[in-house]
C-alpha cells in the first residue's frame, strides 16, 4: 500500500493524535486554573462584603441594647435615685439598691457582649474605644462597685478581668 503525496503531507505536518490530546489537555487545565483563581477571588470579595455587614449590623444592634437599656432614664424617679447612687449603697434603701442593682447589671451584661464581639472581630477599633470608655465609666459608681463585687463571677472571666482592671 502506498501513501500519495497528499497523504504524506498532511501525515508530515500534523501532529499524532495523543500529541494533539495532550495540548487540549493542557489548555484545559490552565482555563480551569484561572476559573478557580477566579472563583477564589469571588469569594474572597464576597467574605470581605459579608464581613463588613455583619460588623455594622453588631454594632445596631448593641445600640438598640443600649438604648433600651436607658429608657429607664425617662422616669425622673430613677434619675434621681441614679443620681443618689453616685453616693454609694448606704445612701439607697434596698429595694432602691436591688433597683439599681438590675439596671448596673444589664449595663454590664451589655458590655460584656460588647466585649466578646470585640474579641469575634465584630467591633472596630474606633468602636471599641468609645464602648471600653463607657463600659469602665460604671467603676466610677461607688454602688455599681458594690453591685459588681456582689454579682462578678455571673460573668465570664476574661470580661470580669478587664473590667477589674478598668479600676487600677
Given at each position: 500500500?502506498?501513501?500519495?503525496?497528499?497523504?504524506?503531507?498532511?501525515?508530515?505536518?500534523?501532529?499524532?493524535?495523543?500529541?494533539?490530546?495532550?495540548k487540549?489537555?493542557?489548555?484545559?487545565?490552565?482555563?480551569?486554573?484561572?476559573?478557580?483563581?477566579?472563583?477564589?477571588?469571588?469569594?474572597?470579595?464576597?467574605?470581605?462584603?459579608?464581613?463588613?455587614?455583619?460588623?455594622?449590623?453588631?454594632?445596631?444592634?448593641?445600640?438598640?441594647?443600649?438604648?433600651?437599656?436607658?429608657?429607664?432614664?425617662?422616669?425622673?424617679?430613677f434619675?434621681a435615685?441614679?443620681?443618689?447612687?453616685?453616693?454609694?449603697?448606704?445612701?439607697?434603701?434596698?429595694?432602691?439598691?436591688?433597683?439599681?442593682?438590675?439596671?448596673?447589671?444589664?449595663?454590664?451584661?451589655?458590655?460584656?457582649?460588647?466585649?466578646?464581639?470585640?474579641?469575634?472581630?465584630?467591633?472596630?477599633?474606633?468602636?471599641?474605644?468609645?464602648?471600653?470608655?463607657?463600659?469602665?465609666?460604671?467603676?466610677?459608681?461607688?454602688?455599681?462597685?458594690?453591685?459588681?463585687?456582689?454579682?462578678?463571677?455571673?460573668?465570664?472571666?476574661?470580661?470580669?478581668?478587664?473590667?477589674?482592671?478598668?479600676?487600677?
Amino acid at each position: 500500500m502506498t501513501q500519495t503525496s497528499d497523504t504524506k503531507a498532511k501525515t508530515a505536518t500534523a501532529p499524532p493524535a495523543p500529541l494533539r490530546l495532550q495540548k487540549a489537555a493542557l489548555a484545559a487545565e490552565i482555563v480551569a486554573a484561572a476559573a478557580v483563581v477566579i472563583s477564589l477571588i469571588f469569594v474572597g470579595a464576597q467574605l470581605s462584603r459579608h464581613t463588613n455587614e455583619m460588623v455594622a449590623s453588631s454594632h445596631h444592634e448593641l445600640l438598640a441594647l443600649l438604648n433600651d437599656n436607658d429608657n429607664w432614664f425617662q422616669n425622673p424617679e430613677f434619675a434621681a435615685l441614679m443620681a443618689r447612687s453616685e453616693q454609694g449603697r448606704d445612701a439607697l434603701s434596698d429595694t432602691e439598691y436591688l433597683q439599681l442593682a438590675y439596671w448596673f447589671g444589664q449595663r454590664l451584661s451589655l458590655c460584656e457582649n460588647v466585649f466578646e464581639r470585640r474579641q469575634d472581630g465584630l467591633i472596630e477599633d474606633g468602636m471599641w474605644s468609645a464602648w471600653s470608655n463607657g463600659c469602665a465609666a460604671i467603676n466610677q459608681n461607688p454602688t455599681a462597685l458594690a453591685a459588681w463585687e456582689e454579682r462578678r463571677e455571673w460573668f465570664a472571666p476574661a470580661f470580669a478581668n478587664w473590667f477589674d482592671a478598668q479600676r487600677e
